[in-house]
C-alpha cells in the first residue's frame, strides 16, 4: 500500500473542488471546465447543458449550442464506452488518438454485428471518412453513399444506435454536425473543425492512454483503477491493464484512502492533504461526470451504502442526484410543463437548513436557465 495517504472526506472535497462543486467558473471559462470534466456525456443533451450549468456561472443554452454548431469550439463525438462525449474541440486530437487505441470492434462478433467482413473494415471505414469530407450527411444519406461506393454495407449504418459508425469516430474519420429537422448528421472532422484544432499535436503513440489517464485523474482523483477501467472501456475493460500503465507513470502515484489504492497526479497531493468539505449544494444531472467517475467509490458519497442501486441504476441509467460539499444528500428531477418548471427533490435524510435553502437556490437557478418559473416541491 502506498506511504501517501488521505481520508475519504479529504479525497471527496478535492473531487468536488476539481469538479468545480465548489465555485463556480466565470461562462468565460466555459471551455476549460468541459475540459477538466474529461468532456461531456450528451448521451442526452440536456443532460451535458446542465452538468455545464451546475458548474458555470451566468451561463445559457445558447452558450453550448453557438460553441458546438456556430464557432465549433465544441466537438461532439462517439467517445469513451462508445456514448456520445462533448470535448472542447482544442482537445479532439488528445482524446482522438487515445480512442484510436480501441480494438474490439475489430472481433468477429462485432464484425457480424456491423454486418462488415473483417477484411473490409478497414476500407469500410476510410470509405465513411472519404464521403463525408466538406459534406453533412444524415444516417440514410451515409448508408446510400456508402453503398455507392461499395456496392454493400449499407443496412449495419442504418441502425439507431450507431454501433457500426462509432468507429469512425474512435478512427477521427466522424463527428456529428446539426441536426436536420428530426436527424442527425455527421460530417469528417478534418473538413469541419478550426483549422488550428486540427493541426494541434497528438500525445506521442506510446502515451495516448497514459495522457487520457493522467486527465482522468487530475479531474476525478482520487480515482481506483476500477473507476478508471469503468470510465475509459466500461465494465469490458481490464483494471489489469489499467494499472500497467498508471503505475510506471512518473507523474501519478497511489494514495491509500481509507484502506482503499487510489491514484492521483502527484503534482496534485498538497491540494489533496489540504482539501476540506464545505457545504456547497449543488444539484447534478443525470450522466453527470461526477458519478461517472465514481462508479466504485460513490457508496463512500452516500449516508448509506445501501443506496448505491438508486443512483447507478439497471442500463447504465445514471440519476439526477443533490450535493452537499460532494456528498449525494438526495436526488432531484424536473418536468418542463408551460411556462412552469416543476423541481422535485428527495432528500435521503433531515431537510436541513443548508439543504433546503442550497436547493431553493439551485432550483431557481435552473428555473431560469429553463426560461420557466419555478415550482419546487419535496417527497
Known amino acids: 500500500m502506498s506511504d501517501t495517504s488521505a481520508t475519504w472526506a479529504q479525497a471527496i472535497a478535492f473531487r ?26 450528451a448521451q442526452v443533451m440536456s443532460s451535458a447543458e446542465l452538468a455545464l450549468w451546475a458548474r458555470v456561472e451566468g451561463l445559457t443554452r ?28 482544442s482537445d479532439y486530437t488528445v482524446w482522438q488518438a487515445a480512442l484510436d487505441t480501441y480494438d474490439h470492434y475489430r472481433t468477429k462478433r462485432w464484425s ?20 463525408l469530407e466538406g459534406v453533412r450527411l444524415t ?16 443496412e449495419g449504418l ?13 478512427q477521427g474519420l466522424l463527428c456529428f454536425a446539426p441536426d436536420r429537422g ?12 478550426r483549422a488550428k484544432d486540427r493541426r494541434r499535436p497528438a500525445p506521442a503513440s506510446e502515451d495516448v492512454l497514459g495522457e487520457a489517464f493522467r486527465r482522468f485523474v487530475r479531474g476525478h482523483g482520487p480515482a481506483t483503477r476500477e473507476e478508471i477501467a469503468r470510465w475509459w472501456l466500461g465494465v469490458g475493460y481490464s483494471p489489469a491493464k489499467v494499472r500497467r500503465v498508471v503505475s510506471v507513470d512518473q ?17 496534485d497531493r498538497p491540494a489533496l492533504e489540504a482539501a476540506e468539505p464545505t457545504r456547497t449544494v449543488r444539484m447534478l444531472p443525470g450522466f ?27 442500463a447504465g441509467w445514471v440519476s439526477s442526484v443533490v450535493t452537499v460539499g460532494g456528498r449525494i444528500e438526495g436526488l432531484w428531477s424536473h418536468e418542463r410543463k408551460g411556462s412552469r418548471v416543476l423541481v422535485e427533490v428527495e432528500p435521503f435524510g433531515r431537510r436541513t437548513k443548508v439543504l433546503r435553502e442550497g436547493v431553493e437556490d439551485e432550483a431557481e437557478r435552473l428555473a431560469a436557465f429553463l426560461d420557466g418559473s419555478l415550482e419546487l416541491s419535496w417527497t
Not at 257 to 266: F, S
Open 288 to 314: 453527470d461526470q461526477y458519478l461517472i467517475g465514481s462508479t466504485t467509490s460513490v457508496t463512500q458519497l452516500l449516508p448509506d451504502p445501501g443506496l448505491r442501486a438508486r443512483i447507478h441504476r439497471t
Open 182 to 193: 428530426r436527424n442527425v448528421t455527421f460530417t469528417n472532422p478534418a473538413t469541419w473543425l
Open 251 to 267: 507523474a501519478l502515484e497511489a494514495v491509500d484512502v481509507e484502506g482503499t489504492e487510489a491514484w492521483i497526479a502527484t503534482a
Open 62 to 89: 445558447d452558450h453550448v449550442r453557438d460553441a458546438l454548431w456556430k464557432r465549433r469550439s465544441l466537438v461532439k463525438i462517439w467517445a469513451m464506452r462508445g456514448t456520445l462525449h462533448l470535448f472542447p474541440s
Open 16 to 41: 468536488a473542488r476539481r469538479q468545480h462543486l465548489e465555485e463556480r467558473a466565470p461562462v468565460e471559462r466555459m471551455l476549460d471546465v468541459a475540459s477538466d470534466l474529461c468532456g461531456l456525456h
Open 158 to 170: 442504418r441502425s439507431g444506435w450507431g454501433s457500426a459508425l462509432k468507429p469512425a469516430s474512435y
Open 112 to 131: 457480424k454485428v456491423f454486418g462488415v467482413p473483417q477484411s473490409k473494415l478497414d476500407p469500410f471505414y476510410a470509405t465513411v471518412g472519404r464521403v
Open 139 to 154: 444516417r440514410e444519406e451515409l448508408a446510400d453513399a456508402i453503398v455507392h461506393e461499395m456496392g454493400v454495407f449499407g
